[in-house]
């Protein structure tokens, strides 16, 4: 059996204060699940600058290597070492899916994102697909759709309402109503 091997390494000083509190920073704005997984990007990008370090002796390899960037979404436009160099793992944590599902709306929160991947209501390019880390491809971007409907929140009917009262003033009367009986209905409901 062959023996896996980590995929990150842990910090030096796991108690450090502005470490910990930067990483629950970062675990509320993606939603992760633990910090394993901000530790796994760190490794990643450290990997990746790593190799662009190597290829400043070899540029007759740099195309390739920036290609395959670009593939993933890291880079855009910019292929100078400079710019694989300022990468961050802020940048390889926008390409995972469970952040890509929330940044294109089919999801109201990023932990309702990685609930409906985790539950197979994602599909990329129409295959099912149940890993939130999964990093998606700049190309793929385009293909992920939802097979659950996204109920919009109360903010947001109001919102709608609201827009619908600017653009017709002579309907705003009955806008209204129609707003106090759905209120209503919900709070008859709740």
Same mark, same amino acid.
């Given at each position: 059996m062959i023996k896996k091997h980590k995929k990150y390494t842990r910090p030096k000083n796991l108690f450090d204060k502005a470490r910990i509190e930067e990483d629950k920073a970062i675990m509320k704005t993606y939603g992760l699940k633990n910090k394993t997984e901000i530790w796994k990007a760190e490794s990643e990008i450290n990997r990746i600058r790593t190799e662009a370090k190597r290829l400043i002796i070899e540029p007759e390899k740099q195309d390739a290597f920036f290609k395959n960037l670009e593939l993933k979404g890291l880079i855009k436009g910019e292929t100078t070492i400079d710019a694989v160099l300022s990468l961050k793992k802020e940048n390889l944590l926008d390409r995972r899916l469970q952040t890509v599902v929330f940044k294109l709306g089919l999801t109201g929160t990023i932990k309702e994102a990685r609930q409906l991947i985790t539950h197979r209501k994602i599909t990329i390019d129409g295959k099912i697909v149940t890993i939130p880390s999964y990093i998606v491809k700049a190309g793929e971007e385009s293909l992920i759709? *939802? *097979?659950? &409907?996204?109920? &919009?929140?109360?903010? %947001?009917?109001k919102e709608k309402i609201e827009e @619908?009262? +600017? %653009?017709? &003033? %002579?309907? @705003? +009367? %009955?806008i209204k109503e129609e707003q106090e009986i759905e209120e209503a209905v919900e709070a008859e409901n709740d």
């Open positions: 759709k *939802s *097979s659950m &409907p996204r109920k &919009p929140k109360k903010h %947001e009917k @619908q009262a +600017e %653009e017709n &003033p %002579e309907t @705003q +009367e %009955e």
